[in-house]
């Protein structure tokens, strides 16, 4: 091994059983433990009932990305009817359980992306250029669960996506979160529709055509227009069904993600969405020199997911390439993830993004925290997804070596308990 | 003329018995930048026929001179821009012209001259326009006179070299010396040829010429002064075909090939225009070891990299020409004073006003004065407004410092000429106010 | 974590350090084609006689690229070249002596195309370079020791002219299109009649022995290129990616017996056997993205397998990323500076690590014309080399210094790109250390003091001969 980074910042887990038992609703404990004469500790689990589905992964190292940051050495993970069951050391497995073994591989989360537009299988997103707000889109109608670029991202280990509308517009509409099943329905596929509002600032949605909204200050207003409009219609007790949507995010019952970059725009952004309407708001893209007034958008609150640049060198001068995810930790992100904006980068490589990440500064094991419980949390959808950890769906990913390194590939990637991509099944797709 | 001589060996003495020869004025100034030799306060200035006959402390002025009374300005030596392009057509090539000459592209009447001289830039190295190549030889002109002729002070003062890294400038250069080198072998055997023709010892003859030539330098002109300098530099060689000049006649060299010749003679310099870093790798492999004398200019862009190559360029104590211009490391806002930096190397220093604009000119001082304030020696500085560029011109004999015998180019400040606050009072040319005002 | 370079006088090394892999050394194997080489380090002997400059890398994990991996080991380079690569290794007094400390010593990298290192140069590269680039300097940053543009292969000597164009022009690009089906068949009959005329010639040249009156076969339609590539003189480069081409291509290659580069290469792997077979290179970027034609029934499109497929099928790879040359918008790991991340997709498709960094290393260096120059540490190549924070393709590791030509060309401590990340001990944005008072330390500042003091009199020299003018 060529150095110890791979277990830098984990704690290991050496409690009994990691209190990671969960009860069902039966009362019943599913999964106890048991210590054996020789000190090693064993995982007992009930048997399967009938119509419940069963699937015991083990591998060689187990990253659960969980909030004391869990790493077994080996480890295995329990799945029953698509949710973790448990996680331990050892386990007993009972008849009707698929058993997989990965002795020298290593499970992860599977990946979140929030910043996606691979969702129609092109570059079909929604993009309407008339209007400048479009409160009452969502991307929805587009979405085709199961094509090939979705596909190829599983097989990077992207197993959650937000799907969202272009950014040629103020506020272009709502995204879909949704996962990378193969071969489900839209419904069995989508977490949430829907899953948040995609707003751009800055630069792309400037009105080229020459109307109102060329300059900053008038896409503000545009902004901050729509956002009262909808105010006042809850306020008046109205009934607008095109800004019903928008009444959600500022109930802080979806979340934002910010189409936003440069210094002075992603202040901005933090002064509307944070100071001006209190929102659930994440701060996307974030780069060129905008890590130079990082601190201020941190400080007041705002997650960041940061991507498809993950270096600046151009527009700071300053001469040394700035790693942009060094710089947000630095400057206090508790919340960083990072994103593709595919097909800008492809899918597949989301986790490219988080090595360059490293390469340039920032914390190995954050940026795949980046990837997986960061971008949960700041979504709201870490009860589900994000971390391994019981209760949780069982979105899993195996991968041959550090999930980083882009070396590794993945071997076997698992939603909601189903196999939805093994190599040696399927051929190597990434 | 005589008397000029005579004046300046002993100075207040002879000041005082030639009151009443005529065309002499006096300058009382309180502080004078001689550049060549100081700064001398309560200086006085004697100037005849438009040359300066002395200068010094505090020296006593007989009556009936006219006296100009300047207690409180500062005088220093009229700007010399050797690099402009002032009252001449705009069209130029990027062809090989070694032999074409500026001068007869000048515009006398051009107001542009006059806003020079206003802005008190004296002398002016007109050059051949090009954006490559070797667009020709530069000029020296005074910016005044009614005639191109009356302007010129010397013609082929430098040939333009505007290098750039291609193959193209690199085969030129090496191509034009080639040429010169095949000139000198026709003309080593159709010496040869000569001499075997004569069949004579020639010994003699060269020790009589000799002596002849030193009478020669005994009575100097002004002009002739210059081609005395020049003449110091001749290798004995040259003296030899000029010697030999009454029976042997030395083929014809093209007119493409003696510019290099007289670069080889260290007759005519080189001037050569350097964009990047690497423009000077290449232009030194081209060069190799062919020895001539060259001057760089360095083109100032925001991010060049030429302080990469200051070092080398110190070393060889090269004169480099550059624009008072504060620039930046490329991708950072780190700032380099450049020129200072390359007079820490070694080198010597033309600075060169940002262009050729009448704005720009009355503004030079203060933008020279921007990188004084950034670290560039203040006396360094002034030197490349004046005696530098005079000495790189080849007409320093005559401008660019406060000396006894040089033309009295004069420029009255209200102050230090490199505070913002100073004004430019009065431009005198050749002992001449030609612009603004001073007590008399 | 430590490398330093002092010029200070490093006496014998004893080989007490431990030592793995295979000890191959012993001569080098490589043809020496290199007259012009030679020429030239006699012209610069000329010049400075008896001025031999030597360098060394000590304390070095040497992986040389040739297999096999030495541990605590010495580099010797005498004027650029090696002389020696070993664990006991007497370094001359007078060499300047790298301090590798531990890290990881590997072979400059060879990019088999690239853009835009070189300022603008695109042609004429001998009298254009600007090798003062910052890409350049960035690329070094990134391993990249020797390039090839246009065809060309250049070595990035910074701040160097002389000696940065390593080879003009080694293959020659034919084109073999399925999108022009004319020009194919006249390709295959330009190679018929070549082929034709070169037996005519050699039998010929066998006759002329015995009998003088035997007549020269005439050139007929034969093409002098593609004669130079029969002759194995230069290589033939295609630029093909479908599998119906390359098909094609490794027919026409094993029929008239010349060894194809093909660049692209995409759908290599559906007919590696035949590529392997033809002893085809490939020229591939691993993470290229091409959907198969839902016409074809054959199997086809890109595979992250390519390289892998094709290795075990015994083609030569060599790895370039997708751009040739240095993107700063923001995006990283796509562009030339990403070529060992590109040459780590390789392995994820599943070529083996020594094969990864040959696909950027010898491989190319091969592919360039240059292999006897560079691509591997070996005695008598160029001492072109990376001193390495890890292993190199790691996503982590950054080059501390590189080396051309035994001349430190490159120092992440000293320049702005990266030294601010991961800044080892030496750096200059680490906390300041203990400043040396020895004697070294107190003759600098009187030495610069007497610089100055030289400088002054030279100035007023000038100021004199203007007034002798006078």
Redo the contacts between chains.
């Keep these: 091994m060529?150095?110890s980074?791979q277990t830098r910042g984990f704690a290991l887990a050496v409690a009994a059983g990691l209190a990671l038992a969960s009860c069902r609703a039966t009362n019943e404990p599913s999964v106890r433990t048991v210590v054996h004469d020789d000190g090693t500790r064993e995982l007992v689990i009930r048997p399967l009932a009938t119509g419940e589905t069963g699937l015991v992964v083990r591998a060689g190292k187990i990253v659960t990305c969980d909030a004391a940051d869990t790493l077994l050495a080996p480890g295995v993970l329990v799945v029953r009817n698509g949710k973790i069951e448990a996680l331990g050391e050892t386990c007993d497995v009972p008849d009707g359980f698929t058993v997989l073994e990965f002795p020298d591989a290593t499970l992860a989360p599977g990946l979140v992306d929030l910043h996606t537009h691979i969702h129609s299988g092109s570059f079909g997103d929604i993009n309407d250029m008339v209007l400048p707000v479009n409160p009452e889109f969502r991307t929805s109608p587009t979405i085709v669960p199961g094509n090939?670029l979705i596909r190829?991202g599983l097989s990077g280990g992207v197993t959650t996506l937000f799907g969202i509308p272009g950014s040629g517009t103020s506020m272009s509409g709502f995204g879909v979160l949704y996962k990378s099943k193969l071969d489900s329905t839209y419904e069995e596929a989508v977490m949430a529709d829907p899953g948040g509002l995609k707003v751009a600032q800055d630069s792309n949605p400037q009105r080229e055509a020459g109307d109102f909204g060329v300059g900053r200050g008038a896409l503000s207003w545009i902004l901050q227009n729509v956002n009262d409009r909808a105010k006042a219609a809850v306020r008046d007790g109205q009934v607008e069904p095109g800004l019903a949507n928008l009444a959600k995010v500022h109930t802080k019952e979806l979340p934002i993600l910010i189409h936003t970059a440069g210094s002075d725009g992603i202040t901005n952004t933090a002064r509307m969405w944070r100071v001006t309407n209190d929102t659930r708001s994440t701060l996307s893209h974030g780069?060129?020199d905008a890590w130079k007034t990082s601190k201020a958008v941190i400080d007041i609150g705002m997650t960041v997911n940061n991507g498809?640049?993950?270096?600046?060198?151009?527009s700071s001068?300053?001469?040394?390439?700035i790693?942009?995810s060094?710089e947000y930790l630095k400057n206090g992100a508790k919340n960083l993830s990072m994103n593709t904006d595919s097909p800008?980068?492809?899918q597949e490589?989301l986790a490219?993004q988080s090595?360059?990440s490293?390469?340039?500064?920032a914390d190995?094991y954050t940026m795949l925290r980046a990837l997986t419980i960061h971008p949960a949390i700041a979504f709201g959808i870490d009860d589900r997804v994000g971390s391994l950890e019981p209760g949780k769906d069982a979105d899993l990913v195996v991968w041959s070596g550090w999930p980083?390194?882009?070396?590794?590939?993945v071997e076997l990637a698992v939603i909601d308990g189903g196999i939805e991509y093994d190599r040696t099944r399927d051929g190597?797709?990434? | 003329m005589k008397l000029r001589n005579l004046l300046s060996s002993c100075a207040a003495l002879a000041l005082a018995s030639l009151a009443s020869a005529g065309d002499l004025v006096a300058i009382k100034a309180g502080h004078v930048e001689t550049v060549s030799h100081g700064c001398i306060q309560h200086a006085v200035i004697l100037v005849e026929d438009g040359k300066i006959v002395t200068v010094g402390k505090d020296l006593p002025i007989q009556r009936g001179i006219p006296v100009i009374d300047a207690p409180d300005l500062w005088v220093v030596p009229g700007f010399v821009d050797a690099y402009s392009r002032v009252g001449l057509e705009a069209r130029g090539s990027s062809e090989f012209n070694p032999h074409v000459k500026v001068d007869a592209e000048i515009f006398a009447r051009n107001d542009e001259f006059r806003d020079a001289l206003e802005a008190g830039v004296t002398t002016l190295g007109l050059y051949p326009a090009g954006s490559g190549g070797m667009p020709g030889q530069a000029c020296v002109v005074r910016p005044a006179g009614a005639t191109a002729q009356e302007m010129l002070v010397k013609s082929g003062s430098y040939l333009l070299f505007v290098f750039r890294s291609d193959a193209r400038s690199k085969k030129m250069l090496k191509d034009a010396f080639e040429k010169a080198n095949e000139y000198v072998e026709k003309e080593k055997k159709a010496r040869e040829k000569w001499e075997k023709d004569q069949g004579k010892k020639k010994d003699d003859k060269k020790e009589e010429k000799k002596d002849e030539k030193k009478e020669e330098k005994k009575e100097g002109t002004a002009a002739e002064l210059q081609d005395e300098s020049a003449a110091q530099e001749k290798k004995d060689e040259k003296a030899e075909k000029t010697d030999a000049a009454k029976g042997y006649v030395p083929p014809e060299a093209d007119e493409k090939v003696k510019p290099f010749l007289d670069l080889r003679a260290k007759k005519l310099r080189m001037l050569v225009t350097l964009f990047t870093a690497a423009d000077w790798l290449h232009f030194s492999q081209a060069l190799g070891k062919e020895d001539i004398g060259y001057d760089l200019r360095i083109a100032l862009t925001r991010d060049i990299d030429v302080w990469e190559v200051a070092k080398p360029i110190g070393e060889k104590k090269l004169r480099v020409l550059m624009e008072p211009e504060i620039t930046t490391v490329w991708g950072t806002l780190r700032q380099r004073n450049l020129p200072a930096e390359f007079v820490a190397a070694g080198a010597k220093l033309v600075l060169l006003p940002r262009g050729d604009a009448p704005s720009i000119f009355k503004n030079w001082p203060r933008h020279v004065g921007e990188i004084i304030a950034a670290g560039l020696d203040r006396d360094v500085a002034l030197r490349a407004m004046t005696l530098e560029p005079a000495e790189m011109l080849g007409v320093a004999d005559r401008v660019g410092s406060v000396d006894a015998g040089k033309d009295a180019n004069l420029l009255f400040f209200t102050g230090d000429p490199f505070q913002a606050t100073s004004k430019l009072a009065a431009v005198m040319l050749e002992g001449r106010i030609v612009h603004g005002e001073v007590q008399q | 974590m430590k490398s330093t370079i002092h010029d200070t006088r490093i006496g014998k090394l004893l080989g007490l350090a431990t030592f793995l892999g295979a000890f191959a050394f012993a001569t080098p194997s490589f043809a020496q084609e290199e007259g012009g080489e030679k020429k030239d380090e006699a012209a610069k002997n000329e010049e400075k006689p008896d001025e031999d400059k030597w360098f060394a890398v000590i304390n070095a994990d040497v992986f040389p690229g040739t297999g096999g991996h030495f541990r605590d080991a010495t580099i010797l380079a005498k004027n650029g070249k090696i002389t020696e690569i070993g664990v006991a290794v007497d370094v001359p007094d007078d060499a300047t002596v790298l301090d590798a400390g531990g890290l990881r010593v590997y072979p400059g990298l060879v990019a088999y195309a690239s853009a835009g290192l070189f300022g603008n140069a695109s042609s004429d590269f001998a009298d254009t370079v600007n090798t003062f680039s910052p890409n350049l300097v960035m690329a070094l940053g990134n391993g990249i020791t020797t390039a090839g543009q246009s065809g060309a292969a250049l070595k990035l000597k910074r701040g160097e002219v002389d000696g940065v164009l390593l080879k003009e022009k080694a293959s020659t690009l034919l084109s073999y299109s399925s999108q022009n089906p004319q020009g194919k068949r006249s390709l295959i009959d330009k190679f018929e009649a070549t082929a034709a005329y070169l037996r005519d010639y050699r039998a010929w040249e066998e006759e002329k022995k015995t009998n003088k009156d035997a007549k020269e076969p005439p050139k007929k339609d034969s093409d002098a290129t593609i004669l130079q590539v029969l002759k194995g003189e230069v290589r033939a480069r295609f630029q093909a990616d479908d599998r119906d081409e390359l098909l094609g291509i490794a027919r026409l290659a094993q029929k008239y017996g010349f060894r194809p580069v093909i660049e692209g290469c995409r759908e290599g792997w559906t007919v590696a056997e035949e590529l392997g077979r033809a002893g085809a290179y490939a020229v591939i970027t691993p993470r290229d993205r091409v959907d198969k034609s839902e016409e074809l029934v054959a199997a086809g499109g890109t595979s992250i397998e390519n390289a892998a497929i094709l290795r075990r099928a015994g083609v030569q790879i060599a790895i370039v990323p997708a751009a040739k040359g240095v993107d700063l918008g923001g995006i990283a790991g796509r562009d030339i500076l990403a070529l060992a991340i590109e040459a780590g997709f390789g392995v994820r498709g599943g070529l083996t690590n020594e094969a990864a960094l040959e696909a950027i290393t010898i491989v190319p260096a091969r592919l360039l014309g240059v292999e006897h120059r560079v691509g591997t540490l070996e005695v008598g190549k160029d001492c072109d080399l990376l001193v390495c924070d890890g292993d190199l393709m790691h996503y982590e590791t950054f080059v501390q210094q590189a080396v051309v030509e035994g001349k430190v060309v490159y120092e992440k401590n000293k320049e702005l790109f990266y030294a601010h990340i991961r800044p080892n001990e030496t750096s200059a944005l680490a906390p300041p250390t203990r400043v040396d008072k020895g004697q070294e330390g107190a003759a600098k500042p009187a030495d610069e003091a007497k610089d100055k003091d030289e400088k002054k009199p030279d100035e007023k020299q000038d100021g004199k001969d203007g007034e002798k003018k006078d």
Excluded: H, K
């Design positions: 060529r150095r980074v090939r190829r780069c060129f498809p640049r993950t270096i600046e060198w151009v001068r300053e001469g040394r390439v790693g942009i060094a800008v980068v492809a490589e490219l090595a360059m490293s390469r340039y500064g190995d980083l390194d882009p070396r590794s590939r190597q797709i990434f």
